[in-house]
């Protein structure tokens, strides 16, 4: 036996104790956005056939969920809208138009609970006859010709009473126009959560079939980041703080650990990770076929998201965390 083995890590295992005192990475309920997808209707739950346990929301239906998470302590939402065909158009004027659902939703959620935090979806895809991100035209997305619509979703969503504005369109420069047009209306509190360092990614596939956004053409391969590429989100970061941004985000969460932990190593501006549909989907189905411990293997998941340097965590799985740390803390 080595007498000289005077250091023992495994000292400071040997209890639930002395493992709390070490722990390096804690997550909360208060790190973590609960997405919720919204459409037309009364009393309208539909599950998402991709996503087991995930629901499209009417209004009405949407306040009572949102109700049931305060109690839980989630105080964060994100809103992504399925909008009608029969209002869809080139500009994606339905984006912000008066009295659109979307931004009716919003009004209506921060009246009944102003004490929640609603985050918004800010890009032409879910209103665009094109289903791009931006403005086509000849099959080319134009980056400036897309800025000033998303600068009037911008104000409108600001005007519903939204607290943080969520650009996912990886357009060139938006972040700057879209502060510059809330600050010129008065809204300097609304904040900028930037979709930064936002991937070409397989993992959005759900996410798409919950709010049918797909591209009706080509894909999102000239504005979103090459899943190869990690130095060129420090490139989107370096221009998204310049520009505003309040914080900056990394999507997909898990493939992408190590940029997360880049942008973490290299800014102090808070950043937000989105664990999406894709990686929300395969768990799920490891889960139901038995394969893994749901109760086990979904904190995991999200600890090491937060453990890679994600401040905020935007995920599915937010009220099952928060049940499950309620019933055992």
Request: hydrophobic residues 40%; contains cysteine.
């Amino acid at each position: 036996m080595n007498q000289l083995m005077l250091r023992r890590p495994r000292r400071n295992r040997k209890s639930p104790a002395t493992r709390g005192h070490i722990r390096e990475t804690r997550l909360s309920v208060e790190n973590l956005v609960y997405p919720l997808f919204l459409i037309e209707g009364e009393k309208q739950k539909i599950e998402v056939p991709s996503m087991p346990d995930c629901y499209r929301w009417s209004t009405d239906m949407a306040l009572g969920e949102i109700e049931d998470c305060l109690k839980l302590g989630i105080h964060s939402f994100i809103l992504f809208p399925a909008i009608d065909e029969a209002l869809k158009d080139k500009e994606a004027t339905y984006g912000y138009e008066e009295g659109n659902r979307y931004c009716e939703t919003i009004r209506t959620i921060k009246e009944r609970f102003p004490e929640a935090c609603v985050i918004t979806d800010v890009a032409m895809d879910p209103y665009s006859s094109d289903g791009h991100d931006g403005y086509v035209e000849d099959g080319e997305i134009l980056n400036d010709r897309t800025l000033p619509i998303l600068a009037k979703m911008s104000v409108a969503q600001a005007q519903a009473g939204a607290d943080i504005l969520g650009p996912s369109d990886m357009m060139d420069g938006r972040v700057g126009y879209m502060r510059q047009a809330l600050d010129k209306e008065g809204y300097t509190n609304v904040g900028i959560m930037s979709y930064t360092a936002k991937y070409a990614s397989a993992f959005y596939g759900p996410f798409r079939d919950a709010l049918d956004s797909a591209p009706k053409a080509g894909d999102k391969k000239t504005y979103q980041m090459d899943p190869a590429n990690k130095l060129e989100a420090l490139i989107e970061a370096d221009l998204d703080v310049e520009e505003g941004a309040d914080y900056i985000m990394v999507k997909p969460a898990l493939p992408y650990l190590d940029v997360i932990h880049l942008l973490k190593e290299n800014y102090s501006t808070p950043v937000a990770a989105y664990n999406v549909s894709g990686e929300y989907a395969m768990l799920k189905a490891a889960c139901l076929n038995g394969w893994l411990e749901f109760e086990k293997v979904m904190p995991e998941m999200l600890l090491s998201i937060k453990r890679a340097g994600a401040d905020v965590i935007i995920t599915y799985f937010a009220k099952d965390f928060a049940q499950i740390q309620k019933i055992r803390p």
